[in-house]
């Protein structure tokens, strides 16, 4: 069950990205989406998608990754 729900943690942010991404394709190629009167808008909106979705998962990566020990000393916890 955690594996599952480790699955939909990761996947409604990748949809997020992958949305960021195709409106700023449909900017690139002047094709307007309906909420967005500016195609700068829509641009910045996609930007906005694609950053948090895949900070988000770099996030949840690193994060599994620390606790198994997995990385690199750069990016290891500094004890007090």
Known sequence: MGRVIALLLLLIPGIFAGYGIKLMRDMLFGKLQAPFPYLWMQFLAGL?????????????ILHRDRKRNQVQERF????R
Do not use: N, P, W
């Not at 906005?48 to 949840?60: E, M, P, Q, S, T």
């Not at 290891?76 to 004890?79: A, I, P, Q, T, V």
């Open 48 to 60: 906005i998608f694609f950053v948090l979705g895949l900070g988000f998962i770099a996030g949840f």
């Open 76 to 79: 290891k916890l500094k004890k």
